[in-house]
């Protein structure tokens, strides 16, 4: 199978090549990048006016196969994400029973070999969650795992985090983790300021997310071991993240596309769509996870795709509804209107954050474009409007974008040579 990509503006943020040129494809691989080709081929795609770039990486999903699969599944989320621009995804272990076994392991990743594009998965840090109990690091990796993660929950034991990054660094990987001091919260995916102003309960705080990463990036410096901050969301946790780093502690961060985008004040007219958990905070907030990503803080956008079904989201009453938002197919718009257009970042400094760094991260070999390197592309209209339909890929439609007009869409994903998405 040879494809053909003529006339597009190619970006790859790794090399920093950002010019019109065609791309050659044989089979899974690049073979060409050029000025012009001319070839015969099996199929060829006109890009002009648009960009070609490299398939996107999202290290942070939730496809909640297996046991919720009401919500997602492996399919629906892989169509979802290839819908969104991406070719490579990272499951959540937060499943129905959890990722915490070989043989849960085995069996979810056999689902996701169907998919076509590269569907991932974390195992869990703890046994089934318990917070106390490690899981077996080696077989999990050595069954096909590539992190571990207790997303959803925080470990709330220290003494659990220290020796889970032993046994990471141990085993030349990394733990993921979800900040939030459960003991310092209330009711979760509200803001604590709109929560008491407008519904009368005490919310999520700022210091239940950033003292948690204080405590865990120091832990990591004593370590010497690598801790990944998963979606924060607060100008503090921004500040502790970089003061870690300047120590030398090996943290990196992912934000996700809704915390540099909106404000709490969204909840107030979009209601349960608009809650997730981190919840969106506040103007200050949006300000700095940007200057985060601008100063590379933060290195990962990660959209932490949350489905849930219709009829658990359709409740009257705010704090009985769960938290989350698909967010996989409005990631790339989300970034090109409130940090490209707005004139925070280049393109090629945004597609970085989504391509290369996340893929880098991981290891994987994936998020750049190179002659004999991977045939994963997403070839995009970056200044089109469109307004987010109800109509999505995933089973899932809880977003609180949709009827909002936003820059970018998506035209062509390419995973192995092969489309696996077209817009009609």
């Known amino acids: 199978m040879t494809l053909l990509i003529k006339n597009g503006r190619v970006i790859d943020p790794k090399s920093g090549f950002d010019q019109q040129a065609d791309i050659l494809v044989e089979d899974n691989k690049i073979v060409k990048i050029a000025d012009t080709i001319d070839a015969k081929v099996d199929q060829e795609i006109d890009a002009t006016g648009l960009v070609v770039a490299p398939g996107l990486v999202d290290i942070h999903v939730h496809f909640r196969e297996p046991g919720q699969t009401h919500k997602e599944d492996i399919h629906t989320g892989a169509l979802a994400a290839a819908a969104g621009g991406f070719t490579t995804v990272v499951m959540m272990a937060n499943t129905t029973p959890t990722i915490s076994t070989v043989d849960t392991l085995t069996e979810v990743l056999a689902s996701a070999a169907k998919e076509a594009i590269h569907v991932k998965t974390v195992a869990t840090i703890t046994d089934n969650f318990d917070g106390q109990h490690l899981t077996d690091f ?203 257009e707005a004139g925070h970042l280049t393109l090629p400094q945004f597609l970085e954050k989504m391509t290369s760094n996340p893929a880098d991260l991981y290891g994987f070999d994936a998020g750049y474009l190179a002659e004999k390197g991977p045939a994963d592309f997403v070839i995009f209209a970056d200044q089109e409007e469109r307004v987010v339909s109800e109509v999505f890929q995933s089973k899932a439609a809880n977003s609180p974008f949709i009827g909002e007009s936003l820059k970018g869409d998506v035209k062509y994903t390419i995973c192995d040579g092969k489309i696996v998405f077209q817009r009609r």
């Open 138 to 340: 080696p077989a999990l990796l050595e069954a096909g795992a590539v992190g571990f993660s207790d997303d959803g929950i925080p470990l709330t034991s220290a003494k659990v985090v220290k020796e889970a990054m032993d046994l990471a660094k141990a085993n030349n990987t990394f733990i993921s983790l979800h900040e939030e001091d459960p003991e310092l919260n209330g009711i979760l995916g509200l803001n604590e300021n709109v929560a008491k102003k407008h519904f009368h309960v005490c919310g999520a705080t700022g210091v239940a997310e950033y003292s948690m990463i204080a405590r865990d990036v120091m832990i990591a410096y004593d370590r010497q071991a690598h801790v990944h901050i998963q979606h924060l969301s607060k100008a503090e946790s921004v500040k502790v993240v970089e003061f870690a780093q300047q120590l030398g502690a090996q943290v990196t961060a992912e934000v996700a596309p809704q915390h540099f985008s909106k404000t709490e004040d969204l909840l107030l007219t979009k209601g349960t769509n608009a809650k997730m958990n981190p919840p969106l905070r506040l103007e200050s907030d949006r300000l700095a996870v940007i200057e985060g990503l601008k100063s590379g803080v933060i290195s990962v956008i990660a959209t932490d795709h949350a489905p849930h079904h219709v009829d658990e989201k359709t409740v009257d009453d705010v704090t009985k509804a769960p938290s989350g938002m698909t967010g996989l197919e409005t990631s790339l718009s989300l970034g090109l209107t409130h940090l490209v």
